[in-house]
C-alpha cells in the first residue's frame, strides 16, 4: 500500500480499475471551483484523483497510489493525479506549491517518478492533464496556462525536499 504521509488519507471505493501498469508520472489537474471535493468525488461521479491539494495547503488522499484513480482516462493506468482547488487562471497559493511539491517528492521516493518536466503522454516525470488531449478526456485547457508553468517551480522545491542542501 501506498499512502503518502504528504497528504491526509481520505479514501474513497470503487472509483479505480485496479492496479497501475507502471509509475510513468505524476499529471497536475485543475478543479475549476473552490472548497473540496471529497463528497463530490466519493459520490456517484466516474472521476477520482490520487490527490486534492487546497488552497490553504492541506491534502488528501482518496485512491492508494498502487491503484488507478479516474482523472486522466487513457493516462490513468501510468499516472498518478493530483487535483487542485482553485480556477485554471489562477496561480498556486504559496501553501499549495508546497503541499504539491512534498507530494511529488514522495512519488519520487516511493515509485521513483523521476523529478523532470513531463509533455507528452507516455513521457516520464511531472505532466499536466491537457498534454493527453482527447485520449485523456479532450480537457486541453487543464490545469492552465498559469498552474502548468508553475511545474518548474514545484519540480525545484521537491528536489529540494528529496535532496537538501
Known sequence: MSRFKSA???????????PMRSHVGIVLHVNESNGNLYNWVAGDHNMSCHFEVYKDGSAEQ???????????????????SIETEGFATEPFTAKQL???????????????????????????????????????????GCPGDKRRAERAEILRQAAALVNPA
Open 8 to 18: 491526509t488519507w481520505r479514501p474513497v471505493t470503487g472509483h479505480t480499475d485496479g
Open 62 to 80: 482518496y485512491v492508494d497510489t498502487v491503484n488507478t484513480a479516474w482523472c486522466q482516462m487513457d493516462g490513468n493506468a501510468t499516472y498518478l
Open 98 to 140: 508546497s503541499r504539491i511539491a512534498a507530494i511529488v517528492a514522495e512519488a519520487h521516493t516511493v515509485h521513483g517518478i523521476p523529478l523532470v518536466l513531463a509533455e507528452h503522454p507516455g513521457d516520464p516525470g511531472f505532466g499536466w492533464h491537457g498534454m493527453g488531449g482527447g485520449a485523456w478526456g479532450g480537457h486541453t
